[in-house]
């Protein structure tokens, strides 16, 4: 064995002797954004679609321009969802408890007849109807039935619908963080935030906000720099299927959702 060889030989060894451990490989963070209450202002609501990235846009039936902008968005490439009023929404397309099942689905036939191009629905309002176990269970038998997936707004901690959705495992997924209930810049910021360190800490945030002067303010100015974050902004979509209908710490235990 060459003097050479065994020189070369021992420097590797002092390297690796003296090479840092492998890191681990940090845990993905994903966002996904929700615009609700969409069809009633077209120029405001067009604000939405030039956001820099995959936001679902959820148009609601009983506003003046819920067929032309759900074209419009779809036109975009955007996911158009249908926000579909609950009790305590009023309107034609409003469901009650009392109602019965032949009435909801009417209004909800008219309802998807108002907003084409829908991939899915999630609930507007809705804090009295979606604890109704029956009829969130017809619901996503529904849904299941017509190939879209269901986004829990989460309007009462008493809600049954992403539950009853998990149990014939429909596509699904429930919203983490509702951006503007408080409506100035500030906290709409300090929500982001908040959205931002949930998904780092569990993987994955679901963001619901509306289109609100403040609110798109803030998304326009604060959404490009999610990348050098190490933020991934993703579709709705995609959020279902990193999820896998499996419920968060948050809206469950072990997956299950409560």
Not at 217 to 232: D, M, S
Request: charged share 20%; net charge positive; aromatic share 6%.
């Amino acid at each position: 064995m060459s003097l050479r060889f065994v020189f070369v030989l021992l420097c590797c060894l002092a390297g690796a002797v003296h090479a840092e451990p492998a890191r681990p490989t940090p845990q993905k963070a994903y966002l996904t954004l929700i615009i609700d209450d969409l069809g009633q202002n077209l120029p405001r609501d067009r604000r939405v679609l030039a956001l820099p990235g995959p936001v679902t846009t959820a148009i609601m039936p009983d506003t003046p321009h819920a067929t032309e902008f759900a074209r419009e968005a779809h036109r975009a490439g955007k996911i158009v969802i249908l926000h579909m009023p609950m009790d305590p929404a009023t309107g034609p397309f409003a469901w009650h408890p009392e109602l019965p099942i032949e009435e909801l689905e009417r209004r909800l036939d008219a309802a998807f007849k108002m907003v084409p191009y829908t991939a899915g629905i999630n609930n507007h309002m809705g804090s009295r109807m979606t604890a109704q176990p029956v009829a969130m269970a017809w619901l996503m038998g529904e849904l299941q039935r017509r190939h879209k997936f269901f986004v829990d707004s989460r309007t009462s901690a008493q809600t049954v619908a992403a539950q009853q959705a998990q149990k014939i495992d429909l596509a699904s997924v429930s919203r983490d963080v509702f951006l503007d209930d408080e409506r100035t810049e500030a906290a709409i910021y300090t929500q982001l935030q908040t959205a931002i360190s949930l998904a780092r800490k569990q993987g994955s945030a679901v963001m619901i906000g509306h289109p609100y002067p403040q609110t798109l303010a803030v998304l326009e100015r604060e959404l490009p720099k999610l990348k050098v974050q190490g933020i991934e902004w993703i579709d709705i979509r995609q959020m279902i299927s990193v999820r896998s209908n499996r419920a968060t710490a948050a809206h469950g235990k072990d997956g299950v959702y409560r």
